[in-house]
């Protein structure tokens, strides 16, 4: 063989080993899962003055497209693309917008093509945000809400890390069927019993009592228990026609309470309200002619407690059956909200809400 021929070779092989990569590649790619991610804001997509800031930074400022570009091993474990639904810190969360990211979650998961959703935010009401959905997604496939407790300009930041494994665990076979999930900190924990306990560390999600679903070792989510509270499909919410949710609100409970506040949360046109009371959900004796009055308008009043963990006991502290009051179970008073309001576009009988609460 001549140098000619030999040159010819070569660029034939070169040309085949690299068509063969590429099948290779494209095969490896057709085989992940496609993943979602929807951002909300937060301090995950937020920034700060130097890499000591870890308080008084912006939340917020990231576009999706820059936190995925940020994380390029995404792309080794989902096709990843992404949707901006809003640009908020939480504390700015609204009915709103959880009405426009339950139905745009609910229209992609009916795609064949997408295989599980990741819903990044802000920690401050993730926990919301979270049972919300758990309470109005409409199928199995795995929704993960994610977020960071420092921003990405940060030493030791957590977000890149929380991101690349919630998106791991929204294209799992082990995720489906289990409700909407929270992933931080290595730790996988279901949207119903999720709350933030610490206001600054990272290791701030847990589920007092009940402990979380399961965590991650290495690139692995491993369960070991699931929630047996309805969700998801079986519970009996639509949100796909609602453009906005009844007004519930919450009223704090502490010595010298006059119920004042009820007062005005009725004035206020609140359909529902949620007693945050001391102890096992207690009402004090002077939040009573406040609370009465505001029945007689149709509000239905919820007791949870603001201890934040236990059950509320039917008829312990207040005697449920008579002032027709719905006991919140195990809920805390931000997510006995949320129940209350989705009760409220089914019904107002408090008989048939309390047992909304045992279910769900
Ligand atoms: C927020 O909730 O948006 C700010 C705090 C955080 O994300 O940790």
Known sequence: MNRKNYLFLAVICVLVFSLQAVCLAAEKTDTLPNVKILATGGTIAGSGATNTTTVGYTAAVTPVDALINDVPELKKVA??????????????????????????????????????????HGTDTLEETAYFLN????????????????PPTAMSADGMLNLYRATILAGSK???????????????????????????????????????????TGDQPVFYRTSLRKHTTATEFDINQLNDLPRVDITYHYANNTGVVIEALTRAGAKGIVHAGTGNGSIGKAEYPAIEAAQKKGVVIVRSARVGNGIIARNGEANDDKYNFVASDNLNPQKARILLMLALTKTNNPQEIQKMFWEY
């Open 79 to 120: 096709n990843v693309s992404g949707e901006q639904i809003s640009q908020i810190a939480s504390e700015n969360m609204t009915n709103e917008v959880w009405l426009t990211l339950g139905k745009r979650v609910n229209q992609l998961l009916a795609q064949d093509a997408i295989d599980g959703i990741v819903i990044t």
């Open 135 to 150: 309470l109005v997604v409409k199928s199995n496939k795995p929704v993960v809400v994610v977020g960071s407790m420092r």
């Open 174 to 216: 082990e995720a489906i069927g289990k409700g909407v999930l929270v992933m931080l900190n290595d730790t996988i924990h279901s949207g119903r019993d999720v709350t933030k306990t610490i206001t600054d560390r990272v290791d701030t999600f847990r589920a007092p009592e009940i402990g979380p679903l399961g965590f991650f």
